[in-house]
Structures are given as C-alpha cells and as structure tokens.
C-alpha cells in the first residue's frame, strides 16, 4: 500500500508534465504509437480467445522488462506507470480497455521514456524495443502470431516477386546443355522447349562452354524481355525459340513410378501446386501400365496455401467435408466441402507418406483424405500445425501476422498440437512395422484404436493431453520403410481395406 500510495502522490507532478507523446531521442514515438495502435485494433478482436487491446498492450509492456530487467511496467485502477527500481520514470491513464489507438499511445509513451532513460534500451535499439513488445504480446497468445520487421518484411516481399525466367531446368550432359525439365504454361513450353533438347545459343551467344550460372543468369530477367533460344532437338535438327521471359512459380509437384505406383512428392503448396497435382495425375493414370496405387509424398512438406491443398484433396475425392476453420471472427469461420467433386484415379488406392516435418497445409490434405476413407496414410505422427493466421501491413512497413482461426479435420478433431496421427506406423522400427504390415494383411488393424481416440478428440486439447496421445506412433524423420509399408499396401488389397477409417 506505501508503494502505491507513493506512485499515486508522484502521479500528480508528472502528469502535469508529461507530453502528449514522449520525445526520445532517436526513438520515433509517434509512428510507434500508429504501429502500436494498428496491431491491437486488429489484433484484438481476431485472436483466438478473447482478449482486450488494454491486456495486449500491458502484456507488450513487459518487452521492455525483457531488454531492461531494472525496468517494470504495471497497471492498477486508473493508472499505468513506468518504474526503475524505486523510481518512478513515468505515469499515465489508463484508457479504457477497448480504446485500441489510446492504448497505443500510452504504450509507445511508456517505450519512449524508457528508451531515453535506459543505457541498455539505446544499446539495443528502437527496433529491437518494438520487437520485444510484440514477442511479449504473442507469447500470451500461441506459437504462431508474431510481428515481422520492416526489413525481413521488404526481403519477403521481394523474395515474392522473382525475377522472369523462360521456365527451363538445364544439367550438363556431355559437354552440352540439355533441358531436363519444362515447367508447364511456362515461357519455353508455349515456345515448344522439350525436354531433351540442347540449347546452343540465347540470342544469338554460343553457350556451349559457359557455365550453368552463366547461362542461368542469361535466362533470367525482368518479365516481358523477349529472348531467342536455339535449340537441337533428339531428332537432330535445330530450331529458334522465341520466348518472352515472365514469372514462373517454383516446381513443387514431382513424379516418377515406384514399380506399379505413381509417385508424387509435394514439396509445399505454393499458387500453383493444386494445377500441377492435376496435371501430374492425369499424365500418370494414362500412363501403361496404370498404377495400381498413387502415392502422396508429403514428408518435409511445411504447408502453404490452404486452398491449394483443399482444391488438392478434391482431385482425389468425389464429395464430403475436407476441413474447417474457427474462429471469432465470422470472416474467420469458415467450411471447406466438395459437393461434386472428380477424381482422376477413378477409385485407385491413395497411400499417403508423412512424418515429423509435415505440417500445416499437408496436414491438412493428408487429414482430409484419410477421414473421408480416401487414403491411408503412413509414417509417424505430423508436425501439428493447424492454426491459420491473418495479416495486416503496419505503418513502419513491418507485418503482423494474427492467428485467428483453428483447423479442425472432417470428423472435427483439432490438427493443432495433436497432428495427424497414421493409419500405418513405421516410427517405431522395422521390426514393429513388419508386425504392423503382416496382421493388416489378416485383417488386424493394431492402430485402429489409437486413431479412434484421436479423432475423437475435441478442442481445446492441452498439450500434455496431446503428448500422450502421440506416443503411440513417435513424431520422426521418414524412412525407407515408409516406401516399404507403402508397397505392401498398394500389392495387398485386403490389408489397404483394413487400414482404411470406415
């Protein structure tokens, strides 16, 4: 009480002095009072549980403790203060708890005059204040909400836009270059570039003996250069391609035949993964003979753009819930459902591969296609990614990202935390796996009853719950007997059945 009786007595002079903004040197406290404002107005009514821009801002506040320990910042009744040890540096009203732009204010007062009053604070300098403030913030919230600098924002955002390329993937084969690869719609492709080609020139420059880098950089360049590649096609003769160059996203669909099956590994979902997956699809189901299982590589695969694998999942599946998002805000909310969908395979065996690494938007799709009794998927427990953020610009030219919605797979079990729990478990070792394999094809299921628990499971879910659960099928690396289990799969109907959710 003598404490707080001595803040409320020092209240009076230092409101009677205090400027509107506090002017620290070599800290811009009006654009950080926008910056502060900008984020808790959206933030606060997008964040997962309810919370107000008054709590935001106080939680931030500690970011100065963090980069100052002598510093403290606390509120009680009216009144928000800013102390070293026993003395008071600063004080204010509280605004109201809602009142997102005082709130902002008041936080960036407080930061300021902390600034001007801290060695350390200087040292480290007003970007890492600001960081601290939303690193404090989010660390009330979950793992996935953060601010992003201006900086690392600008390079992101340039790292968005590419520069053009015809759309080619050349290696050295012989002492000449030849495309290996030609991204489909791409610049080379509508000119008629075909895999095996050699290129001898571009625009007229003999490449020949110049390097890979060389001629990668000539290759490349601001949309809209026109260029002319000479090349000598497998028949011998040599043609002029007239090419112009644009952006092209990376590959991130990949195909090739593991004995009767068709193997695609989706590395992530980028703008263009769900037109090449169809693409990849239909190329394989006519190819002689057809496969007798399509497999989905998603190990290592980090995610994406949700409705990339949502449009990804209805290539494969005819009609049913693929996922849905919930959230507070109603834009936030959302189903994801095919009501007459078309799958390419026609019905074939889809055998999904996963592990430790796959997340967010693979886990998604390697969700959705098992619930819906699509495909089964093999490996170990996933990442457990199944939060969806929103974002806003803020006016420093940083970034904010807010999780405002969590996913829940077709039979309304939470990805987050738990992850995708396999039908087919091959991260307890060969041994067990063989086991595993072999009561399947007699029609024993041994994880049927840990893949009921989880997808009985309803959020929230604590993690400690969410823990237990998946050491059932540990979270790793995948293996070569994912390939293995996959194969015994694709050759034994009857055990692909049995491990099918009914």
């Known amino acids: 009480m003598k404490a707080l009786h001595r803040v409320a007595v020092l209240v009076l002079v230092v409101l009677t002095t205090a400027h509107p903004l506090w002017a620290a040197p070599g800290f811009d406290t009006k654009l950080t009072a926008r910056v502060f404002a900008t984020a808790l107005e959206f933030a606060a009514p997008r964040t997962l549980d309810p919370v107000t821009p008054s709590q935001l801002a106080l939680w931030g506040l500690h970011g100065i403790t963090a980069l100052d320990p002598a510093f403290t910042t606390a509120s009680h009744g009216k009144l928000v203060w800013l102390t070293d040890g026993d003395r008071l540096i600063y004080t204010a009203l509280a605004p109201g708890p809602n009142d997102a732009p ?19 604070l200087r040292r480290a300098g007003s970007e890492a204040l600001v960081q601290s403030f939303f690193d404090e913030m989010f660390n009330h919230l ?39 690869d030609v991204v489909p719609n791409g610049p080379a492709a509508e000119a008629g570039a075909r895999v095996g080609d050699r290129l001898l020139s571009v625009d007229g420059q ?16 601001s949309a809209g250069t026109n260029l002319t590649l000479r090349v000598r096609g497998l028949d011998g003769a040599a043609r002029n391609l007239p090419i112009t160059l644009d952006f092209v996203p990376p590959e991130t669909v990949f195909s090739s035949r593991a004995g009767t099956m068709l ?4 590395s992530a979902f980028d703008g263009n993964t769900a037109e090449r997956l169809s693409q990849a699809l239909e190329a394989g189901m006519a190819s002689k003979p057809a496969p ?32 849905s998002t919930a959230g507070r805000d109603p834009q936030a909310t959302h189903d994801w459902r095919i009501d007459d969908g ?62 405002w919605s969590r996913v829940l797979a077709p039979r309304s079990w939470p990805i987050q935390t738990l992850g995708v729990m396999p039908q087919v478990c091959t991260s307890l070792g060969h041994a067990e796996t063989e086991r595993e394999l072999d009561d399947l094809a007699n029609g024993r299921w041994d994880m049927a009853a840990t893949v ?12 400690a719950d969410a823990i237990e659960l998946r050491q059932a099928c540990p979270a790793t690396e995948g293996s070569d007997d994912d390939m293995v289990a996959a194969q015994f799969l694709a050759t034994h109907p009857a055990a692909y059945a049995a491990a099918l959710i009914k």
């Open 102 to 120: 005082a709130w902002g204010r008041v936080a960036a007062d407080i930061s300021g005059a902390a600034f001007d009053a801290s060695t350390e």
């Open 452 to 463: 009921t628990k989880t997808r009985a499971t309803r959020a929230p879910l604590s993690t």
């Open 263 to 266: 193997v695609l590994r989706i």
């Open 206 to 221: 003999n490449v020949r003996n110049a390097s890979l880098t060389r001629v990668n950089d000539l290759l490349t360049g």
């Open 142 to 180: 979950d793992p996935y909400s953060r601010y992003v600098p201006p900086a690392p924002a600008e390079a992101e955002r340039d790292k968005l836009s590419l520069d053009a390329s015809a759309g080619i993937v050349l290696v050295r084969q012989h002492g000449a270059l030849v495309i290996s």
């Open 292 to 323: 007798s299982a399509v497999v989905l590589d998603l190990r290592g695969n980090r995610g994406g753009l949700l409705r990339q694998a949502v449009t990804g999942v209805a290539l494969l599946a005819e009609h049913g819930v693929i996922a």
């Open 342 to 403: 078309g799958d390419l395979t026609n019905g074939t065996k889809v055998i999904i591969l996963v592990d430790a690494r796959t997340a967010s938007a693979a886990e998604i799709m390697a969700a959705a296609l098992a619930d819906l009794g699509r495909a089964v998927v093999v490996g170990s427990s996933t990442l457990g990614k199944g939060l969806v953020q929103t974002i806003i610009g803020l006016p420093d030219g940083g970034e904010l990202f807010v999780t």
